[in-house]
């Protein structure tokens, strides 16, 4: 896996994964920055979500559980002092479907956790992460 980063201006700078797709960063006007993109640790946190939904969704699926919908919803704490790094993670999953097991949905949020979620676990080698879910009916219409 490869990435690059290019300054742009100021503290702006634009990233570029392997597989070609980019993404402007830059930091608030207190640092200099234009608020032109998301911040860095913001992406490392989005970066844990979407590897955790992604797991979520599709261990679900695996087990034709008629998910409609699926959110993943992170809350972070920094610590005060450089570095400012994670010291809590936690993140709460918001599943739709009309007949899905809670057991099934407990299973996948953990399987994610614990087995599968190479972001959150890497993370969690150095920050607390916590877990939790809801199920929701699925809106009438939708699916």
């Known amino acids: 896996m490869k990435a690059r980063i290019k300054w742009v201006e100021g503290v702006s700078f634009v990233g570029e994964s392997g597989s070609g797709h980019a993404v402007v960063m830059d930091g608030p006007p207190e640092s200099g920055g234009r608020d032109l993109g998301i911040r860095p640790m913001e992406m490392i946190l989005i970066g844990m979500g979407g590897c955790t939904a992604f797991d979520v969704l599709h261990i679900l699926k695996r087990a034709r559980q008629p998910v409609?919908?699926?959110v993943a919803e992170?809350?972070?704490?920094r610590a005060e002092q450089p570095p400012r790094v994670?010291?809590?993670?936690?993140?709460?999953?918001?599943?739709?479907?009309?007949?899905?097991?809670?057991?099934?949905?407990?299973?996948?949020?953990?399987?994610?956790?614990?087995?599968?979620?190479?972001?959150?676990?890497?993370?969690?080698?150095?920050?607390e992460i916590s877990h939790d879910f809801e199920i929701v009916a699925a809106a009438a219409g939708s699916g």
């Open 68 to 70: 409609t919908d699926c």
């Open 74 to 77: 992170l809350e972070a704490e």
């Open 86 to 127: 994670f010291t809590r993670i936690h993140v709460h999953f918001i599943v739709s479907g009309d007949g899905l097991s809670e057991k099934q949905v407990a299973r996948a949020v953990q399987l994610s956790a614990e087995k599968y979620c190479s972001a959150s676990i890497m993370l969690s080698k150095a920050v």
